[in-house]
T-cell receptor
């Protein structure tokens, strides 16, 4: 149980294009999901908290217009990187917190984004 | 917000020896402290966690201790094995954010 999937696992795009990443909780409902970013050999940085049915909460320094988050159902959150640039290249990982739990998060496998 | 410091950044131990990784946090309101293991290119895997109403928790070769007064918590791995080699992250849930604040990670190397 407690499986989280992410799609795609890898994506390469040209500068200026937009990329959508999906995060799904496969066997539990998650009103709250999180998006993290990880640079090579670095730690995970919380970007935003995704809440089903309401606006996402962004961490300081994260541009909400650049990283669009939609949490349309209790099992799906999407992150869209708009007008991507090479500096947006990174490993993006989502996590989901099962409803009824206030603490534990389960992570997706991550998406490697490369912007040319 | 929350600030989590983790040490050491790299730890090399002989197979069979113990490994200890230490973290400190800044927000006294934090009440959940998970530890994750991440292998190269893979997702972080929760290996053990501790909540603020507990001082110590053990799961086979892995244990975590928490000192709320000093605001630090530690991961202990005994009888280390080659498959323990990975990057380990501590985290805390304070700072007002709903998500986790992670330490910078410790690269654990188990020498055969």
């Amino acid at each position: 149980g407690a499986v989280v999937s992410q799609h795609p696992s890898r994506v390469i795009c040209k500068s200026g294009t937009s990329v959508k990443i999906e995060c799904r909780s496969l066997d539990f409902q998650a009103t709250t999901m999180f998006w993290y970013r990880q640079f090579p050999k670095k730690s995970l940085m919380l970007m935003a908290t995704s809440n089903e049915g309401s606006k996402a909460t962004y961490e300081q320094g994260v541009e909400k217009d650049k990283f669009l988050i939609n949490h349309a159902s209790l099992t799906l959150s999407t992150l869209t990187v708009t007008s991507a640039h090479p500096e947006d290249s990174s490993f993006y990982i989502c996590s989901a917190r099962p409803d009824g739990r206030w603490d534990t998060q389960y992570f997706g496998p991550g998406t490697r984004l490369t912007v040319l | 917000g929350e600030n989590v410091e983790q040490h050491p950044s790299t730890l090399s131990v002989q197979e069979g020896d113990s490994a200890v990784i230490k973290c400190t946090y800044s927000d006294s309101a934090s009440n959940y402290f998970p530890w994750y293991k991440q292998e190269l290119g893979k997702r972080p895997q929760l290996i053990i966690d501790i909540r603020s109403n507990v001082g110590e928790k053990k799961d086979q070769r892995i244990a975590v201790t928490l000192n709320k007064t000093a605001k630090h918590f530690s991961l202990h791995i005994t009888e280390t094995q080659p498959e323990d080699s990975a990057v380990y992250f501590c985290a805390a849930n304070g700072g007002g954010a709903d998500g986790l604040t992670f330490g910078k990670g410790t690269h654990l190397i188990i020498q055969p």
